[in-house]
């Protein structure tokens, strides 16, 4: 499109639905155009419209012009000192069935920066939606001026007064490219010594300076969503995102953070998305489309024009406008960008990244959060770490009590209990997981925060208890045992572990009192420095733990029981004793179909939902401490996906997340299952 | 000497070999005593749910008057007290309170303690003051108006359903009619509210509610041990056949009942075909080769996918695709607003039959195999075909196992939360899937669900103290009914191995 009359265009924007561009050119006209038939709908000269103090001396001109980032105003530096804003968005009707765009603007608002009234260097301006202003330029003296128009509003009367604050400082070195952050508190320069200066700005005052060294001569200079990370472009062609890191020392300085391959050319100009962290470049004769927080070049290209002297990222980040050619400019090309998910890379899911704010890489995941302009942080690592440790807490409980219970069942029973208890052990299984997440994370996690010395105390008493209980019974007479079927002294056990427990409650706060000095949590975090949630690995690994017991008991029986009997006549003939033929003969026999149960209850673990959505504290964190909470793949699907607008970025990071949890649970499935096909085999030629 | 370990005394090993199968002993004891415990947990829970307990009034040291029912006591050498629960929400804000047993002066179970069961605001505990009518006292001191109140409470319900009749009545289209409906309503709402109750706190704070939004009044001290096995008995009624009040933290779970059932159904009509079909196939017609058993693999792995991930299935497959797929076709009037678009029972039912497929198969298929061969044979060489074969011999001797299967399915499918929860269960749904209206069917309609109104009640709800022990009736119900399926499954299985037992030769 080429914008009549136009010459170089130094700013441009678009409305949200491309109907229409505006321009603004180093002579001081503002147009609009619609970009359908090419027709101008609007136009002004913003230097006429204005009477600056004294009568200028030469003809003033716009000596340089920005869109503010994240605005919808156009920004520009005089030649005679003073520093223009002028409001350029569109407001959209509906007629009928159509829509109609139309141009909604202000008069330009002008800040004298130079009391003088000479021409500036490079400046940055922000507004607010009151109308507070700031506007920072480099005077023709070389010294930086910040002025600062306040608006307060009178509550009372609704009516607003206004004050005027300047500041002016020394800078070191010549200033070629300057930002202020939306909200108006930081100022950003970068140098032809390549150095980035950063002011932190409190009322319209500049506080101290810190200098970053950069290298190569800054060309430009623009912030990306959020107002924090710094985009900067070299004249060398290196193109870079920076942001304040705090440092050891407690003090805040910009580092270089993302880096992006050396570009051809000197960075001419950079555009940022007003919706996500990606951001256009131009430098030399080359364009391109970054993201930032994955460090990732999403597309480079040919610029479409020579000479580019505007760039700007259309607000629905669906589309560029790039203006410049020839030798007087006034041209401007159009592009489509399709950028579906910019966020999404190998390296942002599993690997670490930087994010805004952090101290130094990191896995994190957070989706959402409560302002638009946060940074999405889908790295799947904390969440795969939380169930492998949900997982590994659980089937430290599940493995040893299903295992040594079916081998106890299958060897040492009578086949009369054995009926019984097979219905007892499918009851278990069938007991549904939301009630037993439901009794973890209500009833149990309350009472193991209160019991966890009785908790601990358990794990030494009650194998003591079953020990003596076993002794006692072994020193019965045998006529009096013999009456009673192989195995009965278990169910007798059960009794005895249920008073074992009923102990180790009433022991536990002596207990506590004698080991950890009365308050369990209190010496944790003392000897330890490990944290107590409530809702903690302990809790899920005892509720998840009972889900996997069953499964791995059923499996394990049936390995046990279907080891051929010839095997154990042969080994009981040859003079062992049955404890010696069910640990040399029997175990490892059956040890295949072992392995397989242990896989199938590992694949139930790592895929269980609602237990570990109800018994934690569903924290996205990375800690192995067992009095942590944690966050699973599972759960976090089932929290997040009801929210996830479909096709977005994070429906499809979580169907990723499911199909991890496919792959997962079918590998080990398939191992089991070829594991348990080979036993078979195996024991019909036994 | 060092001995070897094979020359170990015979005695000393045989005595670790014995211990150590007592520990083995010990686990297996453990996962029962596992069992038993979570079962005696919801049964005492979710059963002391419904029984009334005595009021007791707590004279405290510092004055005050504490009136309310005795949930839990905790008496060890450090900590002595016990957790009232003492309603009234509306005036003192919490449902439950712990009191110390040393700021305790006096425990009294005072005989004119009413308990108050109401529309809104939970439960009140206090006595009765007064009974007005149009602001004009018409009874007082607790004796007349419990007398009084009995009566007029009864007719103010009548008069509440006979409201609620109406309102659900609806419009009936000619203006004129609508207007007298609703002139009549107002009148009928004033009415009703016309007689209000006084009531005191034991701390002597009179709070006047209308007579109409009292549910029930009892005199709990007053109540024999028959007495109080029939409010028992209502309460669970009503448990069972209510709808939910104070979104869901009270009254019954009719709906929720009536969802997971309607569910279960639904998803029986699709896994029945499709795992039947499946497992006549796999037993009786294909080739027993590498490619059924690679099937069989599947049909397990299917059985081991997580939950979770048939969820993701089903809201992807199913209730984007599939159902914007028919929005698109048969209800573009009323989009962008999804019809089948988004979660309802529907697809919550297809997800669950994916889900329990595998069950069925494999137990059908155990059924097949369970038919003997001899059976078989004799059908054939009496002339049937292998159709007739099947249809006629083969699946009702093996129908027990196909019902066990479908059991085991059924009783899988009432548990399951996780898939559900993000293809179409709500909170509360404002409808059944069953009504009145044509085509009386709403497969599209959100439902409710035991499960979820666990997770939902006990974990989303702002008033946790006071919901779980709702919550843990809800579970109970639910582990009942799991529990006797799997039963009932688990007996046809051990009835029909048995049958077949002999005859397999």
């Known amino acids: 499109v080429a914008v009549a009359g136009a010459g170089r265009i130094g700013a441009l924007l678009a409305d949200e639905h491309r109907t229409h561009v505006a321009t603004l050119d180093s002579s001081g006209v503002a147009r609009v155009v619609r970009l359908a038939d090419g027709k101008e709908v609007y136009a002004s000269d913003v230097l006429q419209q204005t009477s600056p103090g004294p009568a ?60 003088g009234y000479r021409p500036l260097g490079a400046f940055a301006a922000q507004v607010d939606e009151d109308g507070g202003a700031t506007a920072a330029a480099i005077l023709a ?131 940022p998305s007003q919706r996500d962290k990606s951001f256009l470049a131009v430098a030399g004769r080359q364009l391109g489309l970054y993201y930032s927080t994955a460090d990732r070049t999403l597309w480079t290209g040919p610029a479409p024009l ?72 889908l790295s799947l690592v904390p969440l795969m770490a939380g169930t492998l440790k949900g997982t590994f807490y659980s089937l430290l409980l599940a493995i040893p009590l299903g295992v ?57 008493v009650l194998p003591l208890l079953v020990l003596l209980a076993g002794f006692l019974w072994n020193a019965l007479p045998r006529a009096f045992r013999g009456r009673f079927p192989l195995g009965t002294e278990a169910i007798l056990f059960v009794g005895v572990l249920a008073l074992g427990v009923w102990l180790c409650m009433g022991l536990s706060r002596g207990f506590e009192r004698l080991a950890f000095a009365g308050d369990f949590k209190a010496w944790l975090l003392g000897a330890t420095s490990l944290g107590f949630d409530q809702r903690n690995a302990v809790v899920v690994g005892l509720a998840m733990g009972f889900a996997v017991i069953p499964i791995i008991f059923a499996i394990a029986e049936d390995a046990f029981s279907n080891v051929p009997q010839n095997l154990v006549a042969g080994s009981l003939a040859l003079g062992a004793n049955r404890w010696q033929t069910v640990t040399r003969v029997v175990l490892p026999t059956a040890s295949p179909g072992i392995f397989s149960a242990v896989m199938i209850g590992f694949g139930r673990a790592v895929g269980e939902t609602m237990i570990v959505l109800m018994a934690t504290g569903n924290t996205p964190i990375m800690s192995w401490n067992p009095f942590n909470g944690f966050r699973t793949l599972s759960a976090n699907i089932a929290v997040e996906i009801p929210e996830a607008p479909q096709g977005g970025s994070l429906y499809r990071t979580l169907f990723l997340a499911g199909l991890l949890l496919f792959v997962i649970t079918f590998l080990l499935n398939t191992v089991a299952e070829l594991v348990r096909q080979r036993l078979r085999e195996r024991y019909s030629q036994l | 000497m060092p001995r070897s370990r094979d020359m170990k005394p015979r005695g000393r090993s045989e005595a670790m070999g014995r211990a150590l199968t007592w520990l083995c002993g010990g686990a297996l004891a453990f996962n029962l005593l596992l069992v038993i415990a979570i079962l005696a947990l919801l049964a005492w829970n979710g059963l002391g749910y419904f029984w009334q307990r005595d009021l007791m009034e707590l004279d405290l040291r510092d004055g005050r008057k504490v009136l309310g029912e005795v949930w839990e006591v905790e008496k060890t050498a450090a900590v002595d007290r016990m957790r009232l629960k003492i309603g009234n929400r509306d005036v003192a804000g919490l449902d439950f309170a712990w009191i110390d047993g040393k700021d305790i002066a006096r425990r ?119 007495a109080k096995l029939r409010v028992y008995g209502g309460r669970v009624w009503e448990f069972v056949s209510a709808d939910p009040r104070e979104s869901n933290t009270e009254g019954g779970i009719f709906p929720a009942i009536f969802g997971t ?49 048939f969820g993701m299935f089903g809201l992807g ?43 069925v198969i494999v137990a059908a298929e155990e059924g097949l195999a369970a038919v ?77 669900h035991l499960g979820f109104h666990i997770y939902d009640v006990g974990f989303q709800s702002p008033n946790v103290e006071a919901t779980t022990p709702l919550v843990f009736a809800t579970a109970l119900l639910l582990i009942l009914v799991v529990t006797l399926m799997n039963l009932v499954a688990i007996a046809l299985r051990n009835h029909l191995r048995r049958k077949y037992a002999g005859s397999a030769v």
């Open chain 1, 56 to 115: 200028p001396a030469v003809l003033t001109v716009l000596t340089a012009m920005a869109v503010p980032a994240q605005s919808r105003y156009f920004s520009a530096a005089t030649s005679d000192g003073r520093v223009m804003l002028k409001k350029m968005d569109f407001t959209v009707t509906f007629q009928g069935s159509g829509r109609v765009v139309t141009p909604d603007v202000t008069p330009p608002v002008f800040l004298e920066v130079d009391p």
């Open chain 1, 141 to 271: 003296t070389g010294r930086l001026a910040v002025v600062r128009r306040a608006v307060e509003l009178n509550e009372m009367t609704g009516e607003t007064a206004e004050a005027l604050s300047r500041a002016e400082i020394d800078v070191p070195g010549r200033v070629t490219a300057m930002v202020l952050d939306p909200a108006q508190r930081n100022l950003y320069a970068g140098t032809e010594g390549g150095d980035l200066l950063w002011w932190p700005l409190d009322g319209g005052r500049p506080g101290e300076l810190k200098v970053a060294g950069a290298g190569a001569p800054v060309t430009a200079l623009n912030l990306l969503l959020g107002g924090k990370s710094l985009a900067v472009g070299q004249g060398n062609g290196a193109l870079s995102v920076w942001f304040a890191v705090r440092q050891t020392d407690d003090t805040q300085r910009l580092e270089r953070i993302h880096e992006f391959p050396r570009q051809p050319g000197a960075v001419r100009e950079i555009a």
């Open chain 1, 306 to 377: 020579a000479g580019s002297t505007a760039l700007f990222y259309t607000p629905k980040a669906d589309g560029a406008y790039l203006a410049g050619g020839g030798q007087n400019g006034g041209q401007i090309a159009e592009l489509d960008i399709h950028n579906p998910h910019p966020e999404v890379t190998l390296k942002s899911l599993f690997g670490k990244v930087w994010y805004e704010g952090y101290d130094q890489p990191a896995w994190v995941w957070q989706s959402s959060g409560a302002s638009n302009d946060l940074e999405p942080k």
């Open chain 1, 404 to 460: 040594f219970g079916a081998m106890y069942t299958s060897q040492f029973m009578h086949p009369v209990y054995k009926r019984y208890l097979k219905p007892v052990i499918e009851i278990m299984a069938s007991l549904p997981s939301v009630v037993l997440g439901f009794l973890a994370g209500l009833w149990l996690a309350p009472r193991i925060e209160r019991a966890m010395p009785a908790l601990l105390l358990g794990l030494a």
């Open chain 2, 108 to 226: 009294s179970l005072p005989r004119h303690a009413v308990m108050l069961e109401r529309l809104e605001w939970g439960n009140f505990y206090g006595t009765m003051a007064e009974l007005k009518r149009g602001g004009k006292v018409i009874a007082s001191g607790p004796d007349a108006v419990w007398k009084a109140f009995g009566p007029l409470h009864e007719k103010k319900r009548e008069e509440l359903a006979k409201i609620h009749e109406l309102e659900q009545g609806g419009m009936s289209g000619s203006p004129a009619e609508d207007e007298r409906l609703a002139d009549r309503l107002t009148r009928m709402r004033e009415q009703f509210s016309a007689e209000t109750l006084v009531m005191l706190t034991a701390d002597g704070e009179a709070k006047e509610m209308p007579v109409g939004t009292v549910v029930q009044a009892l005199k709990p001290n007053e109540l024999g041990w028959f």
């Open chain 2, 261 to 309: 059932v309607m569910m279960v159904f639904l998803m029986s009509f699709a896994v029945a075909p499709l795992g039947v079909l499946a497992a006549l196939y796999l037993r009786e017609y294909a080739r027993q080769g590498f490619l059924v058993r690679l099937v069989r693999i599947a049909v397990n792995n299917l059985a081991g996918v997580p939950s979770i991930v």
């Open chain 2, 317 to 359: 497959f199913f209730v984007y695709v599939l159902g914007g797929s028919i929005d698109r076709v048969f209800f573009p009037e009323s989009l962008p607003a999804p019809t089948f678009g988004t979660g309802g029972i529907l697809w919550a039912s297809l997800t669950l039959a994916l889900l329990t497929v595998p069950v």
């Open chain 2, 372 to 448: 003997p061969r001899i059976v078989r044979e004799g059908s054939l060489a009496l002339g049937a075909t292998k159709f007739e074969t099947i249809r006629r011999v083969v699946i009702p001797a093996a129908a027990p196992g196909i019902l066990t299967g479908m059991i085991l399915a059924m009783a899988r499918a009432a548990g399951e939360v996780a898939p559900l929860m993000i293809v179409g269960m709500v909170k509360l749904a404002p409808a059944l899937p069953v009504d009145g209206r044509p085509p009386f069917l709403h497969l599209e309609r959100k439902f409710m």
